[in-house]
């Protein structure tokens, strides 16, 4: 990926601002490995989940999801839990700031980037078979980098430990499954060219809808285009590679998009679907 040298600039910025404003005195992991205990829904799958987050769209300086809707821009999973918690003017507490330095880190220094990336991508592994589950590992926990174009270098080395690969993504064709990656099209709002396209070619899409916490989604989403999809509950747990194929992963607003209004086209989905 070659970037402008204003954007190279904005970054260098940015990264200097995360370092400044939040100071760490341990070394800046790239993975965040769930606990198998608490990862539990995962554990008894027989996997040990690990996700790399990166700052999402425009907050490290470059634009590290080219297909955001300005909808899901504006309520990405990014600030939910704790990464939303005390964010100063900037949009960073110590989450964001982190996730601008990891991004930052992949932008400036690639080869430093990937060769740690696949260190902890093995060490991942040998944790996971520790505990006598298999890895599975989702790199855009919080962008939409296309990994197998940027680095296949780190696809090869993490399929070579035997860890699944899986993520969400916008990006309007499936190319990154030919590279070993498990997709789940993430529908932005509007007419659902890219969904329909999807999902015609068996692949999940998920859908944001506007149901409450605990409360029980539609069975059905009625698609911009016409058609009716069966729903499955996707916040029972992450592990997408194990969901049926072309089905709609439904998720409960969360976050800034808690409280959001539904809308026919727009990136959260009413939970009355008529
Ligand atoms: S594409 Fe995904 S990660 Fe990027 S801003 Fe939208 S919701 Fe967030």
Redesign the pocket.
């Known amino acids: 990926m070659t970037y402008t040298a204003a954007t190279l600039r904005e970054v260098t910025a940015r990264r200097r601002f995360a370092e400044t404003h939040y100071p760490t005195r341990t070394p800046l992991d790239l993975l965040t490995v769930s606990n198998p205990k608490v990862a539990k829904g995962a554990a008894e799958l027989g996997y040990l989940p690990a996700v790399l987050h990166l700052a ?2 425009t907050l490290s300086g470059a634009n590290l ?1 080219p ?2 809707s300005r909808e ?2 504006a309520g ?3 600030t939910s839990g704790r990464g939303g918690i005390a964010l100063d003017a900037s949009g960073l507490n110590a989450i964001q700031a982190a996730r601008v330095r990891r991004s930052a880190m992949m932008i400036i220094e690639p080869d430093a980037f990937a060769a740690q990336l696949v260190a902890e991508v093995q060490r991942h592994a040998r944790t996971a078979a520790r505990h006598g589950l298999r890895p599975c590992i989702r790199l855009n926990g ?3 980098v296309a990994w197998h174009r940027t680095f296949p270098q780190v696809i090869a080395a993490t399929l070579e430990t035997g860890a699944r690969l899986y993520d969400y993504t ?1 990006r309007p064709v499936p190319d990154a499954a030919a590279a070993g990656i498990d997709l789940t099209y ?1 529908y932005p709002g509007g007419e659902g060219k890219a969904a329909r396209r999807y999902l015609e070619s068996g692949y999940r899409c998920a859908v944001v809808f506007d149901t409450p916490r605990g409360a029980p989604l539609p069975d059905e989403w009625h698609a911009p285009w016409g058609n009716a999809y069966p729903v499955i509950d996707g916040d029972a747990h992450d592990l997408r590679f194990t969901d049926p194929a072309g089905v709609i992963v439904g998720l409960r607003a969360k976050g800034r998009l808690r409280g959001a209004l539904a809308s026919r086209f727009g990136f959260v989905q009413s939970s009355l679907q008529v």
């Open positions: 999402p769209h999801c297909w955001a899901c821009a990405c999973l990014n919080t962008s939409d916008k993430s």
